[in-house]
Nanobody, 116 residues
Framework: QVQLVESGGGLVQPGGSLRLSCAAS????????MSWYRQAPGKERELVAT????????NYADSMKGRFTISRDNTKNTVFLQMTSLKPEDTAVYYC?????????WGRGTQVTVSS
């Protein structure tokens, strides 16, 4: 059974950091393009970052460049999103996604709230 489970969200102060994890089961993350998306209240879901397969090339939305880092640990079949210098506008539900050809899997998301 294919499953993506996000964790690591929570409440953090502006300027703080969080590390999100996306644990996969039922498939191998190294064979998929893995992405993080986010959706803030009242807004459309937006792409945050992607790590490609093959090649592990990373791409980021402009507002996340230099602050967020996506990575993949194939031994743990897990993808991470390291977030630093967090801003209130980063508040959203963060979703993990896996894509390969016509296959596209999603997790249920983890809430990140940036507030003082």
């Amino acid at each position: 059974q294919v499953q993506l489970v996000e964790s690591g969200g929570g409440l953090v102060q502006p300027g703080g950091s969080l590390r999100l994890s996306c644990a996969a089961s039922g498939f191998t993350v190294s064979n998929y393009a893995m992405s993080w998306y986010r959706q803030a209240p009242g807004k459309e879901r937006e792409l945050v970052a992607t790590i490609t397969s093959p090649g592990d090339t990373t791409n980021y939305a402009d507002s996340m460049k230099g602050r967020f880092t996506i990575s993949r640990d194939n031994t743990k079949n897990t993808v991470f999103l390291q977030m630093t210098s967090l801003k209130p506008e980063d508040t959203a539900v963060y979703y993990c996604s896996a894509k390969r050809a016509i296959l596209n899997y999603w997790g249920r998301g983890t809430q990140v709230t940036v507030s003082s």
